[in-house]
């Protein structure tokens, strides 16, 4: 078979859409996956992807039976699979003395537990014939925590720190796991929250990231297989700053989510 076959998950929209299309565009195969079929399909056709190529399919990250199925189905047709991508992700605006038990799970349900589910469903393959990268999406969130997105912070927290420990077990075995931290990307998921006074912070980057430029930063890591990767890399810093001194964060905070106000709408 031609090229590196790809599982990407939450393609139906933003960072996965420009991803599968970046991936199409480079003559790689690939398994472009989402909850929501409909969606899912419509992207394809819209974006032109190659059917001989790129192949849909329904997967609720959630759901150990259905990665094992789709793994199993994936390589017994197409090969073995040689990149995951997980993306799909969930986001839900909130103050942390507001945080009912749905918000709760569905944040780590599907941002922690989807991309847990899906390492354990391709790695012993991975592992068995020595190669295969793993990349899971996180966010600068997982670096500086976000007030008004609490519950996204942590889960993404907790996927860099799920990444970065599996990254070191899998040392030496030709398997690589890294973890891209992108700023706030024009997608549905940002679309959202400028309706959420609690979400003001996250416009307060100088721009929005296009998901064409995560997409492309994605492609770039498959090649060089770095740890961590941040977007833009000043934002990055910036954020490493304030995880190594939180209370950066206190000074910094108002006058940052000032900005956000200011660019909620416009951004």
């Not at 899912?40 to 759901?63: E, F, K, N, S």
């Not at 709760?104 to 599907?110: A, E, G, K, P, W």
């Not at 899971?136 to 420990?165: C, D, E, H, Q, T």
């Not at 209370?247 to 900005?259: D, I, Q, S, Y």
Request: charged share 20%; with cysteine.
């Amino acid at each position: 078979m031609n090229g590196r076959c790809f599982l990407v998950t939450g393609a139906a929209s933003g960072i996965g859409r420009a991803l599968a299309g970046a991936i199409a565009a480079q003559g790689d195969r690939l398994i472009a996956t989402d909850r929501a079929l409909v969606p899912l399909q419509q992207a394809a056709d819209q974006d032109g992807w190659p059917t001989d190529r790129i192949w849909v399919r329904h997967l609720d990250v959630c759901d150990a039976a259905a990665w094992d199925a789709a793994v199993a189905d994936t390589t017994g047709t197409n090969g073995p699979i040689d990149v995951l991508v997980n993306v799909a992700g969930y986001l839900q605006p909130g103050w942390t003395h507001d945080v009912d038990g749905e918000a709760f799970d569905r944040h780590f349900d599907v941002n922690v537990k989807g991309v847990v589910l899906g390492m354990r469903a391709v790695l012993p393959a991975m592992r068995a014939r020595g190669s295969g990268h793993v990349i899971n999406v996180a966010s600068l969130a997982a670096l500086a925590p976000i007030p008004g997105i609490a519950l996204y912070s942590a889960s993404k927290f907790a996927v860099r720190a799920y990444s970065l420990a599996a990254a070191q077990e899998l040392h030496g075995t030709g398997v690589a796991v890294s973890v891209v931290c992108p700023d706030a990307v024009r997608t549905p998921m940002l679309e959202l929250q400028r309706d959420y006074e609690e979400a003001a912070m996250t416009f307060s980057g100088p721009r929005v990231l296009e998901p064409e430029e995560v997409a492309r930063a994605i492609l770039d890591v498959v090649r060089r297989r770095p740890l961590e990767l941040y977007l833009p890399r000043h934002r990055g810093w910036l954020a490493r700053a304030a995880d190594l001194m939180p209370r950066l964060a206190m000074v910094l905070g108002p006058r940052l989510t000032r900005r956000g106000r200011g660019r909620q709408r416009t951004a």
